[in-house]
């Protein structure tokens, strides 16, 4: 468990809810000021690092997301810096790297649909479509429980093993 105070963790929301997405600088010299006050703590380095992300510095953002998994960022935030350490990755053309820390969220978050829909993205971005579309079939036959779909259920599932059986081949 985090030893962040909820004091500091409403300090951080206050900062994230205040950036502007198209001008990031003021946003990560707010919590690059935290980050002097609190150098270790692991719900800083991941805010500085979303921050970092945001502004497109993704070398950047990367590297401060690790230090936040290594300081032991923990929870929904674990969740949450897994899914953009591996979409920051992915945006490096680092795809191995992306994929293995998507599968990381994937093990320790199985029912993130966040986290499954990134993976999609990662393995199509690195050439592997038909496992792709497969994941995304998963996630529809799982989550997307309407009359119309349950309907074909069966045939989303078989299709989608189907299609991870090419991305074996």
């Given amino acids: 468990m985090s030893s962040t105070s909820p ?14 997405r198209e001008n990031m600088a003021p946003t990560i010299a707010a919590f690059e000021a935290v980050l002097a006050e609190h150098p270790d703590d692991p719900h800083v380095l991941y805010e500085v690092g979303g921050s970092y992300d945001t502004a ?12 936040a998994l290594d300081a032991g960022l923990d929870g929904d935030a ?9 979409s920051t990755l992915r945006n490096l ?3 191995d790297e992306s994929l293995a820390v998507l599968d990381r969220a994937r093990a320790e978050f199985p029912d993130s649909e966040s986290v499954q829909v990134w993976h999609a993205l990662s393995l ?11 994941e ?22 078989g299709n989608a ?8 081949a």
């Fill in 7 to 20: 004091e500091l963790l409403d300090r951080l929301a206050a900062l994230f809810a205040a950036r502007d």
């Fill in 56 to 67: 497109g510095e993704e070398d950047t953002a990367a590297a401060y997301y690790e230090r």
């Fill in 78 to 86: 674990r969740r949450r810096c897994l899914l953009q350490y591996g």
């Fill in 93 to 95: 053309d680092r795809f």
């Fill in 124 to 134: 199509h971005a690195a050439g592997r479509s038909d496992a792709a579309v497969a």
């Fill in 136 to 157: 995304l079939m998963e996630v529809a036959a799982d989550r997307i429980r309407t009359p119309d779909l349950l309907r074909y259920e069966a045939a989303l599932r």
């Fill in 161 to 168: 093993e189907y299609l991870r059986s090419l991305d074996r």
